[in-house]
């Protein structure tokens, strides 16, 4: 079969922080891309706020570099396809894998494979992707070169890869300085015996395959991806398998459910770099844009108008978690985040979006380009069942949505089950845990509270403990915080879908209760000293508060009924007291996540442009009374 030798398509996946960005960084700078007098930022591939702010990659991005062999010979695309490192963001793994000939396994010189390392090195297997392993970061201080190869052969035996797969090249690298080598450094070194990635882009060209493609087959080309712009309205980014693909050329639309319509391509775009330019044609093999199809979805495939041929859709896994998503229903809906109007940071009115219209408006629009998401009708007009893969992926939803004007309520995540053979399965997680040698006890503790099975434990001898346990999915809502706190901060946790098992049974996970205000008004300092003997607040002096709202934690299992409102009475006679200065203890500042993480059955969270606040269900103190003196009775 004819071969196209310009062009390499490759996918670069790792676990969360292990590289991925300022290896491609690395690559962009080195060949070429960039003028000698741009301003270049780190991890420029992270061009999302969120992405930028929390320090992970969240979408899965395409770039391309032209390389020039030293040799001499014609220079080469190399396409390059940034992923998520993050598990509740496979389903951008899945759609990347989906446009590469091969992919780059990024491994931490230090901590080894770890539990996204399995899932994204298992779906590439499973695609038949030949693999290149790049030990990163060998210039860390505990680099253990050695050892992370041999754990990296043991997880492609535990992946049932063939001999083919299993006899990969080896790169090491030091993504941070741009340099890379196939000789094995000494640990903790950057490679000494090169001084750029000239070894890294060799590899590539050796080691990934080359497109193929038949010379007489008809147009076809897969939707991988979305995009927007404003002038050009919706772009889909797609791979051509076979046939050429032109710029004004009418094509056959094939859509997810068969049907199949004629359309023109009335802008067709390729990378450089980081940017889109105008092309003219893309041949067998070429990641390209193309924009005048209003309605394209991923998944969908263009072909020839005469002999049109569906590619077959992309396929994702199941969701794990899911939300309730609905309009704001708190007293202080469109009233800020002081609760007295518009907001005046911005000196001006804010586009608030409150109604069930705009909030199923915008879940539709984030299903055209999220194929791991789902939203379901629930009994009431105004909320919907939102399914993910994880809390996080879920959190990143709210926090896009909440930027953008919107108020909502989001309920308790949960865990999406499943009957098998008559009986109910829930979702399982495989989680790795890192800890310091005198925190194992502890983790270990908490681990037996949310049903966790240890499945293996090693020491490295260098004070530090791996653990993994299977544990359900919903055992890990709430986890991270409190693994924090009882390991001081310094353990590191990563979890990754493991499949289904029968319920493990009843879960207890936060023992103490809520804090809840009995009646409107504006929080008092007075007030904040007499209840911070009861439990942890949430509140600042001034903040206005309904009933129902959660301002602290309670010290006991139950909740209480609390007057935060309640003032200091003025009189004329003296007190002895009267001078002393009340102090009070700084209240905890609650994120979107803790706060989900915080969360009860009866409980949720209104989340607001401003601010975030958990409440009761039920905000009326009565009816709550009622219902659970119901639920006693039965």
């Given amino acids: 079969m004819p071969t196209r030798n310009d062009i390499r398509n490759v996918a670069i996946v790792a676990h969360v922080d292990h590289g991925k960005t300022t290896l491609v960084d690395a690559m962009l700078k080195q060949a070429g891309a960039f003028a000698a007098h741009q301003q270049l930022d780190d991890r420029m591939m992270d061009s999302n706020d969120l992405e930028r702010e929390k320090g992970i990659t969240i979408l899965a991005k395409n770039t391309a570099v032209k390389y020039h062999p030293k040799d001499g010979g014609a220079p080469i695309t190399i396409n390059i396809i940034d992923t998520p490192g993050h598990a509740d963001f496979g389903g951008e793994v899945e759609r990347g894998l989906s446009m590469v000939d091969a992919v780059v396994l990024l491994v931490d010189a230090s901590e080894g494979p770890l539990p996204q390392t399995r899932f994204v090195l298992r779906k590439a297997l499973t695609a038949r992707l030949p693999v290149i392993l790049c030990i990163n970061k060998t210039d860390r201080p505990d680099a253990r070169i050695d050892e992370v190869i041999n754990e990296t052969y043991d997880l492609f035996l535990d992946l049932d890869a063939d001999e083919d797969q299993i006899e990969f090249p080896i790169v ?24 750029s990635l000239e070894p890294f882009f060799s590899t590539i060209l050796e080691h990934v395959p080359a497109p193929t493609y038949d010379a007489d087959a008809p147009l076809q080309a897969h939707v991988t991806n979305l995009d927007a712009d404003n002038f050009l309205g919706r772009i889909a980014l797609l791979r051509v398998e076979q046939g050429e693909l032109r710029k004004g050329q009418t094509v056959a639309w094939i859509k997810r459910d068969g049907t199949i319509s004629n359309v023109r391509i009335s802008e067709l ?61 708190s007293p202080l809906v469109g009233r800020g985040g002081s609760g007295k109007g518009a907001d005046a940071k911005s000196g001006g009115r804010v586009d608030r979006k409150v109604t ?62 499943k009957e098998v053979n008559g009986k109910t399965h829930e979702p399982v997680e495989r989680l790795t845990v890192d800890v310091p040698e005198e925190h194992m006890g502890a983790v270990t503790q908490l681990m037996g509270i949310r049903k966790g099975r240890m499945d293996n434990m090693s020491n490295h001898g260098s004070g530090w403990v791996r653990m993994e346990f299977v544990v359900p999915s919903r055992g890990l809502i709430g986890f991270r915080t ?28 936060r023992n103490n209760g809520s804090l ?37 934690e309670n010290s006991r299992a139950d909740d209480m009924d609390v007057n935060i409102t309640k003032e200091k009475k003025l009189t004329n006679m003296r007190s002895s007291n009267a001078d002393v200065a009340e102090s009070i203890v700084p209240p905890r500042k609650l994120s979107l996540e803790q706060s989900l993480e915080f969360c009860r059955e009866d409980e949720c969270i209104e989340v607001t442009p401003e601010t975030v606040r958990i409440r009761k269900v039920v905000l009326d103190q009565k009816d709550r009374g009622r219902t659970a003196s119901r639920a006693k009775k039965v």
Avoid at 184 to 192: R, S, Y
Avoid at 276 to 298: H, N
Avoid at 375 to 384: K, S
Wanted: charged fraction near 25%; charge should be negative; aromatic fraction near 4%.
């Fill in 172 to 195: 090491y690298a030091c993504a941070r300085d741009g340099v890379a080598s196939l000789t094995k450094p000494e640990n903790g070194t950057v490679p000494g015996d090169s001084d």
């Fill in 269 to 329: 775009l390729m990378t450089e770099a980081l940017t889109r330019k105008p092309a003219e044609v893309a041949g067998p093999g070429d990641i390209c844009a193309v924009a005048g199809i209003a309605d394209i979805m991923i998944g969908e495939t263009l072909a020839d108008t005469e002999n049109p041929i569906a590619l077959p859709l992309i396929t994702v896994d199941e969701p794990a978690i899911s939300m309730t998503i609905g309009t704001n229903t």
């Fill in 516 to 552: 809840v205000a009995d009646r409107a008004g504006v929080v008092t300092a007075f007030a904040m000293t007499n209840l911070q003997e009861r439990g942890v607040l949430f509140c600042d002096p001034g903040t206005e508060v309904y009933e129902g709202m959660i301002v602290g």
């Fill in 356 to 417: 069930a219209r705009q909030v199923k408006d915008r879940l539709d629009r984030e299903l055209v380009g999220n194929v791991s998401l789902r939203v379901l009708d629930t009994e009431r007009p105004d909320a919907w069942e939102v399914q993910g893969r994880g809390e996080l992926a879920l959190a990143i939803l709210i926090e896009t949505m909440r930027r953008e004007g919107f108020e909502l309520t989001v309920g308790k995540p949960q865990v999406v089950t």
């Fill in 482 to 509: 409190e693994f924090l706190t009882n390991t001081r901060g310094t353990g590191i946790a990563h979890s990754i879908h493991e499949g289904h098992e029968p319920w493990f049974g009843q879960l207890t996970t």
